[in-house]
């Protein structure tokens, strides 16, 4: 089974965060994991507030920077996406780099988990998008 996630499921597999277990548990064997690859730019924005706020320290940080990329079966490039993830977020009034992982998620037919209440209410709206949330 194929899944894309967001950085508000992805960081959690890293850090102990509200519902991280819940996240975690998403890891199954035969569980293979997509984004666009604008996920390493989100989650180092939350690696820096979690550093920012104490959270985290600095060399964690970078060690989970270093190593997010190895939890995803494929990054996809926001070249390929980009077109639709305009049109979504024009029509969804939300940034074009969230709206990445919806056209992802559309592109591949591919469940999507994410953890923004917003996000998940655009996925619902999509057609062959089964869109999961995971109550922050």
Known sequence: MNLVVDATIAIRWFV??????????????GVQFFAPEIILADIGDLLE??????????????????????????LFPVMLLRDR?????????????????????????????????KLHSAANGLKNVEARLLAA
């Not at 102990?16 to 064997?29: D, G, I």
């Not at 320290?57 to 995803?72: G, N, Q």
Request: a negative charge.
């Open 16 to 29: 102990a965060a509200p519902r991280w277990e819940a996240a975690r548990a998403l890891k199954e064997p």
């Open 49 to 74: 507030r979690l550093v920012a706020e104490r959270e985290l320290e600095s060399d964690d940080a970078k060690l989970v920077m270093h190593t997010a990329p190895k939890a995803f079966a494929r």
């Open 85 to 117: 993830a305009l049109a979504l977020a024009l029509e969804h009034q939300m940034s074009i780099a969230r709206c990445f992982y919806l056209a992802l998620a559309e592109w591949e037919g591919a469940p999507f988990v994410t953890s923004d209440n």
